[in-house]
């Protein structure tokens, strides 16, 4: 008989490294998947309401030798039903056998491993000496990034929106509630945009809503960044340039231009351009790194619950 380690949000979350130790193992995972080290087919979903989502994301690490799979929910209106946007489990499997190592619960992983992506594009891509910050959308999110932001820059000044203004209270110290969006992205050096991701965006944000200096970080797809906002752009990347095609086919993105490559690759390039932005879908690459370093770190410690098969 066989066992499988089962490890909830708490424990996932109790055994994350800090935030430097995860954008240094989101930049390593970027850059294997740059050089072919990973295979990473394009998420397939199924959407069985209205503007929601059910994602299988497998990845394999060919240099760590991890395989694991992510199966991931996200349906926009829980937040209505007091229910959490983002949901999921994910499963590593012994690489030699097949036999499933350990389940996790997938919501931490994917909140902190979305974070630490936009971290690697900031320590890469912001401004020199960006202090200005804005945040769209104050959910799980928008609370992930505020306080990465902080860890990058203890001095940041962050503006932020969101429809439901008692949200942004959530975001913790030195944030300022903006009257509008438009309102919190003036003069932002950094702009993160966290809506949800719907079928029909407004995709109202355009380059004269901001500065001359920017790095634009849509972490909701096309909800608020608008195609002139990405043709702006000095460089244009997006973590996974064939998901990205297979997001288009879906109907998103429609006008954007195609991206100049990778994130990956793009950590390679010399230059600093104006206004760069970062099209972070969210890859399985990641949530395979760090649920293998969580998994790890359980072992040495024995946490989690042995679960029989």
């Known amino acids: 008989m066989s066992t499988v380690l089962f490890l909830g949000r708490a424990d996932v979350a109790r055994l994350l490294p800090g935030i430097p130790e995860q954008l240094d193992l989101v930049e390593r995972t970027y850059r294997s998947l740059a050089a072919g080290r990973v295979e990473l087919p394009p998420k397939p979903g199924v959407h069985p ?16 030798d991890v395989v694991a799979l992510k199966w991931v929910a996200g349906y926009p209106a829980n937040k ?15 690489p030699e056998t097949g036999l499933p190592l350990a389940i996790l619960d997938g919501a931490e992983i994917t909140a902190a491993r979305t974070a ?24 799980e999110q928008g ?10 820059e203890p001095e940041a000044r962050i503006r932020a929106w969101d429809p439901h203004p008692e949200r942004i209270e959530r975001l913790g110290e030195r944030v300022e509630a903006a009257a509008g969006w438009e309102e919190a992205v003036a003069g932002a050096e950094i702009v993160v945009t966290a809506g949800p991701i719907v079928a029909d965006p407004p ?56 991206p100049a490559g990778s994130v990956g690759e793009g950590l390679g390039r010399d230059g600093s351009p104006a206004r760069v932005l970062c099209c972070n879908l969210g890859i399985g690459a990641l949530d395979a790194a760090f649920a293998s370093l969580v998994l790890e770190r ?3 410690e024995g946490a989690g619950t042995e679960l029989e098969l």
């Not at 989502?53 to 060919?62: E, G, Q, S």
């Not at 959490?84 to 012994?94: C, R």
């Open 143 to 152: 609370r992930f990034h505020a306080s990465l932001l902080r860890t990058l």
């Open 80 to 94: 209505e039903r007091g229910l959490p946007y983002i949901t999921g489990l994910i499963v590593l499997n012994d």
């Open 298 to 300: 359980a072992r040495a």
């Open 116 to 139: 630490a992506a936009s971290g690697v594009c900031v320590r890469a891509f912001a401004p020199a000496g960006w202090r200005d910050v804005a945040i769209l959308g104050c959910g």
């Open 49 to 64: 309401r209205q503007d929601s989502f059910l994602h299988a994301m497998p990845a394999y690490l060919r240099d760590e």
């Open 203 to 258: 995709s109202a944000l355009r380059p004269e809503h901001l500065g001359e200096r920017w790095l634009a970080l849509p972490i909701d797809f096309d909800f608020y960044a608008g195609a002139e906002l990405v043709r702006a752009a000095d460089l244009f990347l997006a973590d996974d340039v064939g998901q990205f095609a297979y997001y288009r086919e879906l109907g998103h993105f429609r006008s954007w231009p195609e």
